[in-house]
Each structure stands twice: as C-alpha cells, then as structure tokens.
Antibody, heavy 118, light 110 residues
Framework: EVQLVESGGSLVQPGGSVRLSCAAS????????LHWVRQAPGKGLEWVSY????????YYTDSVKGRFTVSRDNAKNSLYLQMNSLRDDDTAVYYC???????????WGLGTLVTVSS | QSALTQPPSASGTPGQSVAISCSRS????????IYWYQQLPGMAPKVLIY???QRPSGVPDRFSGSKSGTSASLAISGLRSEDEAHYYC???????????FGGGTKLTVL
C-alpha cells in the first residue's frame, strides 16, 4: 500500500523559512516522480512543484519560483520542500503526491499545515 | 486567474445525474488530457478520472469523464449522498510548464 506522510508544517513569521518532508513507502520511490500540491484554508487545490525520479527535472508554479526548492533523497525514500521568504498567502495545507504516469496525482498524503503569520 | 474554469457549485437529488464542466482557456496549451479529483470533506483528494475518460480501478462506473475540444465534463449518475464533495479538474499547461487546477466545484446532494 502506497503511503505518503508529510511533516514539518508549523507557524512561521512572514519572511521566514520552513522545510517540509514527505516520507514514502509501499512503492518504488526511486522510480517515481513526485509533486507538492497545496490548499489554502477554505480554498481550492494549487499545484506547487514537481520533481522527476532522478531529480533531473523540476518545475514550480510561478508564485513560488525563487523562494521554494524541491528536492529528494532516494536512499531515504523522502521528498522535501524548502520554503523561504514565506508570505501570508503561502498559508496552506501542503500535500505530497505521487505521479503514477497515467495520473499525475495518483496518491496523496494527509498533508501538513504551514501557517504564515506574525 | 485559472486556465481551467469550473462552476463553483452543482447540486442534485439522490438518484439523479449531474454533470460538472471544465473549460480550458484558449491560452492554455498542452497534451489536452484532463484529470478529475474528488475531495470529500476533511479528506485528501482522490483521483476519479485520468486521461479524459479513464477510470482507475475501484472508482464506481457511476463516474465518467469526457472531453471535446477545450471542454471537459465529469458526469455522475445515480447520485448518492456520499458523492457530496468538491470536484477538481486539472491539466498540464505547456506554456507555463505547470499543472493547473480548476477552481473546484462543490457538489451538494439535496
């Protein structure tokens, strides 16, 4: 069974930084591409970032380019999102999702909440 | 501004059929595949339809997807109370090199 468990969410001040982690199990992590998707409170889903299985390809939504960095450690079956220069509108639940090939967001974690507020 | 437009809400009574639309803006470019996700209250989203009209195993055949030109639709037949959820369409945009979600449709089963 595919399992994705996010962690690292917290309350952070505007301009601050936080690093999210996603621990994966139940599938061949090193062979899978992954995404981060976020959802602001009471709002819809927003794709944030993509990383290919080898980390050779990374994509970001425009609003986080230059501030967020996606990375992974295939030896640890872990995905990360380094979030810098945080803004109020980055407040959201951040989900780690697996790209299965046929479906870009095949499996989801339960999410971790990042709150940006002074 | 989302490149995929969905109605904010839809409703139906148990047993009825309902369709949720998803329209691509002309500026959106990409393979054209549309994917649909269901988000039940308080839960993480779940894939309902992939590549326009394909249903993953485990998804009831009451759910079906279709696409014609720049418009896609999710149809739900035999509506049940447990179908009350938010539904999102999503597609890849080549020009943005980004995945783009529609704004979501809240389905209410009356």
């Amino acid at each position: 069974e595919v399992q994705l468990v996010e962690s690292g969410g917290s309350l952070v001040q505007p301009g601050g930084s936080v690093r999210l982690s996603c621990a994966a199990s139940g599938f061949t992590f090193s062979g899978s591409s992954l995404h981060w998707v976020r959802q602001a409170p009471g709002k819809g889903l927003e794709w944030v970032s993509y990383i290919s299985s080898s980390s050779s390809t990374k994509y970001y939504t425009d609003s986080v380019k230059g501030r967020f960095t996606v990375s992974r450690d295939n030896a640890k079956n872990s995905l990360y999102l380094q979030m810098n220069s945080l803004r109020d509108d980055d407040t959201a639940v951040y989900y780690c999702t697996r790209d299965e090939g046929n479906s870009p967001f095949d499996s989801w974690g339960l999410g971790t909440l990042v709150t940006v507020s002074s | 501004q989302s490149a995929l437009t969905q109605p904010p809400s839809a409703s139906g009574t148990p047993g009825q059929s309902v369709a949720i639309s998803c329209s691509r803006s002309s500026s959106n470019s990409g393979s054209g595949y549309i994917y649909w996700y269901q988000q039940l209250p308080g839960m993480a989203p779940k894939v309902l339809i992939y590549r326009n009209d394909q249903r993953p195993s485990g998804v009831p055949d009451r759910f079906s997807g279709s696409k014609s030109g720049t418009s896609a639709s999710l149809a739900i037949s035999g509506l049940r109370s447990e179908d009350e959820a938010h539904y999102y369409c999503v597609t890849w945009d080549d020009s943005l090199s980004a995945w783009v979600f529609g704004g979501g449709t809240k389905l209410t089963v009356l």
